[in-house]
């Protein structure tokens, strides 16, 4: 996905979201926005947003001198989920349709963002799930796919959000290879966070070399991009991903809830609703 | 009102929303995010955040050629009151406490911003007059003050706003000077919406002389400045006049919705809390 206009004075807000989440320094927040407003002139309209959110948030890490600001809310998340972990296998087990359990539950999972998700809130998501609306639902095509591919790649998004992946994982039958990025960026899944969400009990975890909240080939390392090109499905989480990958050409899977309004329109469908896109189906694929 | 950090995106985000009213071309809105971006360093935290703002709507004014953007938006807002006129006249002529009334409806104008409210909306405020509640009421200390003065400067905000002024002009009791902007900014009071809301009717209209959107005292003429010390009386209507002058050294009555989180919180209320606020009697007086 292109940048638009209306990303720009979203980069503004991310710049002083993260920095707040890393420092108290005014100054040096300060610092951050007179860095990241003067560079706007410098923002090709073509690159994808995470491409700008990749240097928003080496920038943090440079000025404030902190590696990893969301460290404790990516920690708390992932402990929050690992609480519901018994609970919501069991709704996967009984399920009549045990996919589509998992594949609701993943999609719930996406709801959390920034670690500001209360418990009590998840619970009343996963409440409902049984009643969960997609604007877009490509399942068929998806159970078709997972039954012709003898691997999966599974590209995570958010910390916490992983936990839910890992019951998705679970579920596939096939050997699985999850994504994560290659450093902390937001709230965005490390190899570190897959590890304590439990994924290397069920996965394969490798990072894809993005240090972007997305997955911007350009900076993927050369074994992803193997593994992109060859893999017999993948799963994409999330919006960053999205972004990155929706004007690829092969076959990805976007699984994700459309919190941006911008990413909403330019898939089509409106703000907080539920998402399977088969890419090859949608106007999106080349 | 100092500029706060979370003002800084909110500056690109008016940018852009200027940008967007006044052309549909993107690449001239480009270049508007690119100047205001690249100014940020350049912006003291000390400066009101109307300062900013008249670079902004002056930037718009020049990079797109188009004088006056809410033309039309600020025609059909005086307009849609002006055709209520007669019924919010007749509401306040048959209220107990007129003067009540009439600074109710004053402040229920503020709630008109860019003219996107519509006149349904408009009609359920103003049928929900009798039970509001303002978070701060100074309504005494009003009174006295204007028992006390023999003439009362109003400092006016939006177009559309001022045919609701025009009623409480009509209840002061006292010759008025309504003040507005010196050149289209924004949806902002000029002259000429002044005018055309009728408030040449029942007040002397005067140009503060001041290009932002807001009462900036260092971009006032000195005949605004002379009759700002030495009226008797001044009431201030919206969050830009506020941004101004709630660091003057003299007593004003502000009168507005706080609509943004910012100075909801600089004036220590909720964001939709209505304000009648004595400057002399809060910690703003110095």
Redesign the interface.
């Known amino acids: 996905m292109k940048t638009y206009?209306?990303c720009?004075?979203?980069f503004?807000?991310q710049?002083?979201r993260a920095g707040?989440v890393a420092t108290d320094d005014?100054h040096k927040?300060?610092e951050l926005?007179?860095e990241?407003?003067?560079?706007?002139?410098e923002i090709p309209?073509t690159c994808t947003p995470p491409e700008t959110g990749e240097f928003i948030y080496r920038l943090v890490r440079e000025v404030t001198g902190v590696e990893d600001p969301y460290r404790e809310i990516k920690k708390k998340s992932i402990r929050e989920v690992l609480s519901l972990l018994p609970r919501l296998r069991d709704m996967v087990k009984s399920s009549e349709d045990r996919l589509l359990a998992a594949i609701r539950l993943a999609t719930i999972g996406n709801v959390l963002d920034f670690g500001i998700q209360r418990r009590y809130d998840l619970m009343e998501e996963i409440g409902k799930m049984e009643h969960m609306q997609y604007a877009i639902f490509h399942y068929d095509s998806f159970r078709e796919r997972l039954a012709q591919t003898d691997s999966v790649l599974f590209i995570g998004d958010n910390a916490g959000e992983s936990v839910f992946d890992r019951l998705l994982a679970e579920e596939l039958g096939r050997p699985v290879t999850y994504v994560v990025r290659e450093v902390p960026v937001i709230n965005d899944a490390t190899r570190e966070d897959a590890i304590e969400s439990g994924l290397h009990e069920v996965a394969t975890i490798v990072s894809s070399g993005s240090t972007a909240p997305g997955t911007i080939l350009r900076l993927c390392t050369g074994e992803f991009l193997e593994m992109y090109r060859d893999s017999g499905m993948v799963i994409s989480k999330g919006q960053g991903n999205y972004e990155g990958l929706s004007e690829s050409d092969r076959q990805v899977f976007f699984l994700l809830r459309a919190k941006c309004p911008i990413i909403a329109r330019d898939i089509g469908v409106n703000v907080n609703d539920f998402v399977l896109l088969d890419s090859s189906l949608s106007g999106h694929h080349p």
Request: proline content about 5%; glycine content about 4%.
């Open positions: 206009l209306d720009i004075p979203c503004m807000a710049t002083l707040q005014e927040i300060k926005l007179d990241v407003g003067s560079k706007i002139r309209m």
